[in-house]
């Protein structure tokens, strides 16, 4: 793979991503980096998630190395492909996964193997599964042209953070796994005061809009329920 990038994919006439390791093996693809010749014809390092403990997520040699690429999650399906999509609170791992994939591996992209399946984002009658809304939490908000932003990951037991922002607009991913509702309060940078809408899902709701909350002095409080994914919009 080192010597096509090398020697053939300088001429292709667009973009190129390698290695897709399937567990994201980075022997796999650290020799690309380590070549300045290859490194300098693939646009996109590319990884499968099958497997790959949470640990293993951050990819320090990316960090030094891959400026100017895209580093992508091309493929998975979490937790397995057992279990039916609609299983609560299990569905909650798919959020938590993209959570860490984002924060932790600094991955741009979040690709699910297979849409339509008993396991996937989507049921085979076409609705939307528990794991699909933990996805879609993300993607209905979180558009192109959206970056990440800095966010206290994991500010108590159990609970995760991820924040994204594009212009003023601020879309904040809170997940709750605990059994019991949680107090969180958020501080935001820069924004003073906000009609905050928010959604939710929890093992009665699917993407349900909840209840508008109001931001003042840059702060707002939140009761996150039990066993749940919500979404803040701000601005």
Known sequence: MVRFLRENAGSINTRVIAPESFQYRKSTSDP?????????????????LYGTRPED???PLFREKGGGKELWMTEV??????????LWPQALDVGEHIHRALVHGRFQTYVWWYIRRSYGPMRENGQISKRGANMAHFSTWVRPGYS???ATANPQSNVYITAFKSGSKIVIVAINKNSSAVYQPFT??????????????TGARTLAQ????????????????????RTFVVG
């Open 77 to 86: 399906y979490h937790p397995n492909s057992t279990d039916s999509a609609d």
């Open 148 to 150: 990440r932003i800095t």
């Open 57 to 59: 997520f951050p990819y």
């Open 188 to 201: 935001i940078r820069d924004i003073v005061s906000a009609t905050i809408p928010t959604w939710v899902t």
């Open 210 to 229: 909840d209840k508008t909350i109001t931001m003042s002095n840059g702060s707002f409080d939140s009761q996150l329920p039990a066993l749940s994914i």
């Open 32 to 48: 690309i980096l380590n070549d300045a010749v290859a490194l300098a014809n693939v646009d996109i390092i590319g990884a499968h």
